[in-house]
């Protein structure tokens, strides 16, 4: 061949069944950026526009979660509990807003306490470390009693905030842990970890561990007491095409 569409007379790729610019190799599919950064893309699935929980749950009681909806986003109401989405996921690039109360109250992990579980079970910190330091491995975008982020990327109190999230979920073999979950995490456009493996699933004042489930999961939005505020969440399914 002449090379505009690839060739058929390259060495194989090692574990591929394509050769080097294999002619047969299926191109990516098309997605379609959104319109502005941390807007979604057309194959992104929406968990919450701005306009309602229909999607969530309270973890507390399966019922309709009842946190606050207004001009777009969403709010914790104290005392009502963890709230979860209906749609469950694995492997996927997730994209998620939010805003600590812009009226400072409280020091180090009491203010503008919450957090971003994956798979219901992985907490990443949402906390206003602001100049307000507190312990390393429950700082803001920190995953939670494990890894402090690389650095500090907080903007001040009532500023929107943005993570941007790769997430590999862990793989298991019967009840045999085969392959520990990593994640990738980007902090208001700063990589604050670089797929970090974890060491299991959070707890407070424990050592984190695995324990065997299935392969997909909610995400939890923790309440911690704070009013603390969420917009512009989503996520992409991340899929091996060359598997399909």
């Avoid at 050592?207 to 489930?213: A, F, L």
């Amino acid at each position: 061949m002449d090379g505009k569409l690839g060739y058929d007379d390259t060495p194989f790729l090692p574990g591929s069944k394509y050769r080097v610019h294999d002619a047969d190799r299926p191109p990516p599919r098309v997605v379609v950026p959104g319109a502005k950064p941390g807007n979604s893309p057309s194959d992104a699935i929406v968990l919450f526009d701005g306009t309602d929980l229909s999607g969530w749950v309270s973890v507390k009681d399966g019922g309709e979660a009842r946190w606050k909806v207004e001009d777009g986003y969403m709010e914790v109401v104290p005392g009502t509990g963890n709230i979860r989405t209906k749609e469950e996921f694995g492997d996927c690039q997730l994209h998620i807003e939010w805003a600590a109360p812009a009226e400072v109250r409280g020091e180090s992990q009491g203010r503008g306490n919450s957090g971003v579980f994956l798979m219901g079970l992985y907490e990443i910190q949402v906390l206003d470390c602001y100049e307000n330091p507190t312990y390393a491995d429950g700082w803001t975008a920190a995953i939670y009693g494990q890894y402090p982020p690389l650095v500090s990327a907080c903007r001040r109190p009532g500023e929107w905030q943005t993570y941007d999230i790769i997430w590999e979920a862990p793989r298991f073999e019967g009840d045999k842990l085969v392959r520990p979950a990593y994640l990738t995490l980007i902090h208001n456009g700063i990589v604050v970890h670089n797929h970090t493996a974890l060491f299991g699933s959070t707890g407070h004042k424990r050592m984190p561990s695995y324990q065997p489930h299935p392969p997909v999961g909610p995400l939890m939005l923790q309440d911690h007491g704070d009013l603390v505020r969420f917009r512009n969440i989503w996520y992409r399914v991340l899929t091996d095409y060359d598997q399909e």
